[in-house]
């Protein structure tokens, strides 16, 4: 039972910005006690890698990059979702629900107040404190720790796309090594451009104590003996939180030289030359970063494809992509971009009385591209991309499914019989062999699926909506907006959020 004492407030309005304390260490220690509120720390000035000196900082992000870090991290499902793309919108409600039911915010005032500091940070609300059964804070600290490890290690330090290491890890001839069940190996892998280095990591989240960070320390442990020679960095991201306390962020790093990263079998100096971050500021000169950028998107894409007409609709953003480039974080806020809102200003000016085919046309001959969109249901989230991504993925959607028919293993009639009762053991290595086959063979197609990207990317900037959706209408243009949603865009994707959504905190 929630106590008397806690009021019961409607859904907070709010900022969408948030300080989130992180302490860099070189290996697990005792939790803090009460650090993260009273400790000195150090200014966050941005960063394409470990900043230079351990200790705490207080960077500032937004809602909206914990969203898009959530939709993007952990397994790719996109193998199972080939025939029944509209499920992929039950995959993005779980990946973002828990955080909207049980965390919220509280304004706080540290010790040492850093300058630009918004002084609100994140908490678990009365639902999770009071009412929340052991297994459901389980769960929601499981994917607390995955989104925020992703957040920490993409948008804070620079690491390119992350990608699950029950598939393989990084180096094929290891493959077998990382893939092998019985090892206890760290849960996600990435390169890191500027570091040149590959990063095995570990996430932990909720109630995170010295024994769970030894825990995931040893399974790095383990992933750093099987990466050997190849110059890594292991890195352990505990995401704590109590009721009442703010969520900070522990985050236990070393560094193992050796080897330089091996490049993408047949890329070329282009691809090897493709920059940290985020893959969608070089999709222009490296085929394998569009590949990388599709691969990683195709779950809002599923979405998207598979949405109804009425939760679908166009967002006018400038067309070019430079304005979007990395500096802090992903993704760029609109409500501040004075480029976004001068140029929309524009295009509501011109649109009295045109019809939206001729107002669609007119906004691209005034520097403007429309992305889809749609909103994501059972949430506030709307998630979307621009017509060049969209092709892509349709074309690697379209490869997918190729691999799906004709590979042994993954063929429909190589499935046992629906009514064949497997453990949940059995069903659970049953479904990683099938991603283990499936991402060879990706692997495997990845020379020919270059050209073919490629020239869907470039097509689809001259593509109609309605050709690419290969439905008669067009989506709605929207260019009034919606006063009561957060929006932020990448160079080809889009997220936005309610103002109203966070639940309201612990008092």
């Known amino acids: 039972m929630i106590p008397a004492h806690v009021p019961d407030e409607p859904p907070l309005t709010y900022a969408d910005s948030f300080d989130i304390p992180v302490l860099f260490r070189n290996g697990p220690a005792k939790k803090?006690?009460?650090?993260?509120?009273?400790?000195?720390h150090k200014a966050w000035t941005g960063s394409d890698g470990f900043p230079a000196a351990d200790g705490w900082y207080a960077p500032t992000t937004t809602w909206r990059e914990i969203i898009k870090a959530a939709t993007e991290v952990g397994r790719d499902v996109t193998p199972h979702l080939q025939n029944q793309p509209r499920y992929a919108h039950g995959e993005?409600?779980?990946r973002v629900s828990p955080l909207y039911a049980y965390l919220g915010a509280h304004s706080v005032t540290p010790r040492h107040p850093l300058p630009g500091a918004k002084g609100r940070r994140l908490t678990w609300n009365p639902v999770y404190a009071h009412g929340t059964e052991r297994s459901a804070k389980n769960a929601a600290g499981y994917r607390l720790g995955m989104t925020m490890t992703?957040?920490?290690?993409?948008?804070?330090?620079?690491?390119?796309?992350?990608?699950?290491?029950?598939?393989?890890?990084?180096?094929?001839?290891?493959?077998?090594?990382?893939?092998?069940?019985?090892?206890?190996?760290?849960?996600?892998?990435?390169?890191?451009?500027?570091?040149?280095?590959?990063?095995?990591?570990?996430?932990?989240?909720?109630?995170?104590?010295?024994?769970?960070?030894?825990?995931g320390w040893?399974?790095?442990?383990?992933?750093?003996?099987?990466?050997?020679?190849?110059?890594?960095?292991?890195?352990?991201?505990?995401?704590?939180?109590?009721?009442?306390?703010?969520?900070?962020?522990?985050?236990?790093?070393?560094?193992?030289?050796g080897q330089p990263p091996l490049a993408p079998a047949g890329s070329d100096a282009a691809d090897e030359a493709a920059g940290p971050g985020n893959l969608e500021d070089h999709l222009g000169d490296s085929d394998d970063a569009l590949i990388g950028a599709a691969r990683a998107q195709m779950l809002a894409y599923l979405a998207l494809r598979s949405a109804p007409a009425s939760q679908l609709r166009t967002v006018p953003v400038p067309a070019d992509r430079a304005s979007r480039h990395r500096r802090s974080g992903l993704t760029t806020p609109l409500e501040d971009d004075s480029l976004t809102l001068a140029m929309r200003a524009d295009a509501r000016g011109a649109a009295t009385g045109t019809e939206q085919h001729t107002l669609r046309?007119?906004?691209?001959?005034?520097?403007?591209d429309d992305f889809l969109s749609c909103r994501i249901p059972g949430t506030e989230v709307r998630l979307g991309m621009s017509r060049k991504l969209f092709a892509a993925c349709e074309r690697l959607h379209e490869?997918?499914?190729?691999?799906?028919?004709?590979?042994?293993?993954?063929?429909?009639?190589?499935?046992?019989?629906a009514d064949l009762e497997l453990s949940d053991e059995a069903q659970e290595e049953q479904r990683l062999t099938q991603r283990r086959i499936f991402r060879e063979q990706q692997e495997e197609a990845r020379p020919r699926l270059r050209p073919l990207l490629r020239?869907?990317?470039?097509?689809?900037?001259?593509?109609?909506?309605?050709?690419?959706?290969?439905?008669?209408?067009e989506p709605e243009l929207d260019l009034e907006g919606d006063e009561g949603l957060l929006e932020a865009a990448t160079p080809?994707?889009?997220?936005?959020?309610?103002?109203?959504?966070?639940?309201?905190?612990?008092?």
């Open 32 to 40: 803090p006690r009460r650090q993260w509120r009273t400790a000195k």
């Open 92 to 94: 993005l409600v779980a």
């Open 150 to 215: 992703e957040w920490a290690c993409r948008s804070l330090l620079g690491l390119g796309q992350t990608e699950h290491l029950e598939l393989g890890g990084p180096v094929p001839a290891l493959y077998d090594t990382f893939k092998d069940p019985k090892k206890k190996l760290p849960d996600l892998w990435g390169r890191h451009e500027t570091e040149e280095l590959y990063w095995l990591i570990e996430a932990k989240g909720g109630d995170v104590g010295l024994g769970t960070l030894r825990k």
């Open 218 to 257: 040893a399974q790095l442990t383990a992933g750093s003996k099987v990466l050997g020679a190849y110059g890594h960095r292991t890195v352990l991201v505990g995401a704590s939180v109590r009721p009442g306390d703010d969520l900070f962020l522990t985050i236990d790093h070393d560094l193992h030289p």
């Open 361 to 368: 046309a007119g906004i691209r001959s005034m520097g403007l």
């Open 399 to 417: 490869e997918d499914l190729a691999i799906a028919r004709r590979t042994p293993g993954l063929r429909a009639e190589d499935q046992p019989p």
């Open 455 to 473: 020239d869907a990317y470039e097509r689809g900037a001259a593509s109609d909506w309605s050709d690419l959706l290969r439905r008669p209408q």
């Open 492 to 507: 080809e994707t889009y997220v936005a959020v309610s103002r109203y959504d966070l639940p309201p905190a612990l008092a």
